[in-house]
């Protein structure tokens, strides 16, 4: 049976608990088309030793974007990504990276490309500290999904948010006041019938609750950046022009494909667009979100494309 045919399949756990019936599909169509060896790390110390004892079998990740990462930064740092190439089964909460790399939805056409598909050499975005980027980073770190303020090596939940909740948010205050209206309309017949002047001051209060209007504490909006901005040492921003973000993506071809929105007075500012091999940004401390985790701050931060540095198995 060639290597090829050989596989090691980690499973990660956060995938585990998100969606166990893709994850017990993927193992089906796997374990049925190659010789598979199953992992089921419980943290990311265990998740990077497995990736460690792979030998020579095809690395195959069942797991989300973070899984992913974390997968190609540990290859990164024992300089492992030259070897035979990494595939992923989506599952999880954020698969949106996977996508945009090509990586097919669901399953079993996931796994059937981990069978069947060939392997693409594709771009790395690599800082100095080591941190590596397969699709794009942003300043400020917008984007979708929480952020993910944790190193690639950590796990990572998510809890529902007040506005998650049945009943919680803003459209929940009109539901609110008309049920403290009608509140206030039973005391006051009540209050009539009993003639219990205790029942007025109820009544009264819950009026005042009942025409409050609801308070949403609203996200305060992110203003424009000083950023100086470097493509291959050509300056395309200073400190002295704000700028509404900056965006770099990994493309092809060794070079890096990096927009500029400049602030706009006025008149909306057309954004700059260059390729170049390495980006750097400085400024006053600032953070970013590269692919789904979020860093910083940080005062200056230079990201450096390695041509191919990683492979990925995709369908034809």
Do not use: N
Request: hydrophobic letters at 45%; a positive charge; proline letters at 9%.
């Amino acid at each position: 049976m060639s290597a090829r045919d050989q596989l090691l399949v980690v499973i990660d756990p956060v995938a585990r608990r998100a969606d166990g019936e893709s994850v017990r599909i993927a193992r089906d169509v796997l374990g049925a088309g190659a010789a598979v060896r199953f992992c089921l790390p419980d943290g990311p110390e265990e998740f990077t030793k497995a990736l460690a004892r792979r030998g020579a079998r095809r690395l195959v990740v069942i797991g989300d974007d973070r899984a992913l990462l974390r997968a190609v930064q540990a290859l990164h740092r024992e300089r492992g990504l030259s070897g035979p190439a990494l595939a992923l089964v989506p599952v999880g909460p954020a698969q949106s990276l996977a996508r945009s790399l090509g990586v097919p939805a669901g399953a079993v056409a996931a796994a059937r490309a981990v069978l069947e598909g060939t392997e693409r050499r594709l771009d790395l975005l690599v800082d100095e500290s080591d941190g590596v980027v397969l699709g794009d980073l942003r300043i400020p770190p917008v984007g979708g999904g929480p952020p993910y303020r944790s190193a690639p090596g950590s796990a990572s939940g998510s809890v529902p948010g007040p506005s998650s909740r049945p009943g919680a948010g803003p459209s929940s205050g009109p539901a609110v006041a008309s049920a403290a209206s009608a509140r206030a309309a039973r005391l006051s017949r009540a209050s009539a019938a009993e003639g219990h002047p205790w029942l007025r001051s109820c009544q009264s209060f819950v009026r005042t609750l009942a025409t409050r209007p609801s308070r949403v504490a609203a996200a305060p909006a992110a203003g424009p950046s000083r950023l100086r901005v470097e493509a291959d040492g050509v300056t395309l921003v200073d400190l002295d022009q704000p700028v509404e973000g900056v965006r770099v993506t990994a493309g092809h071809g060794g070079l890096a494909q990096v927009e500029v929105r400049p602030a706009s007075v006025g008149a909306e500012a057309a954004p700059l667009r260059v390729r170049a091999r390495s980006v750097t940004v400085s400024g006053a401390d600032f953070r970013y979100r590269a692919d789904a985790v979020v860093a910083g701050p940080v005062r200056t931060r230079t990201w450096t494309v390695h041509p191919g540095a990683w492979g990925l198995t995709l369908p034809d």
